[in-house]
């Protein structure tokens, strides 16, 4: 009698073990697609700033460039730069009124699989060659 109960007791465990590692590993695999999409979004909101950082330098080097030179624009209608492996492609649109030059500067900055573009607007005296600032504006990009 006492050894057909032990018998019983020994069926009754492998079924529950593998119940109990069975929820385990549901746990575990749970777990680890939680921290992998949580890690990717946070991946993801850096490119995303490093993208804006590269767009907003392309905007500064083309002002620094247009305050240097006033027909700058005019010259290289666009040129691209590269911020630590990331890129920028500044692009000019200019017109001449009243002696002064209204410049649309566009930078579209890249890093990885984000984008980010930014549109500045200056007005440049074409006798002194005073650059001035009128709008910075992110815009979508298309």
């Known amino acids: 009698m006492i050894e057909m ?21 549901e746990i575990v695999v749970a777990g680890s697609l939680t921290s992998y999409f949580a890690s990717g979004s946070g991946f993801s909101e850096r490119l995303q700033a490093r993208a804006s ?20 624009g005019a010259l290289n209608p666009s040129y691209g730069i590269n911020v630590e492996g990331d890129t920028a492609t500044v692009s000019f649109q200019s017109s001449l009124s009243n002696g002064y030059y209204t ?7 890249i890093a990885g699989t984000r984008q980010v573009k930014i549109v500045a607007v200056a007005i440049v005296n074409d006798s002194t060659g005073q650059v001035q600032l009128q709008s910075l504006n992110e815009v979508a990009v298309q």
């Open 5 to 25: 109960m032990t018998h019983e007791k020994a069926q009754i465990a492998l079924p529950f073990i593998l119940l109990v590692s069975g929820i385990i590993i």
């Open 103 to 109: 410049y649309t500067i566009t930078s579209v900055g």
């Open 53 to 72: 950082s590269v767009a907003y330098s392309g905007i500064n080097d083309a002002l620094i460039q247009v305050a240097k030179n006033k027909d700058f």
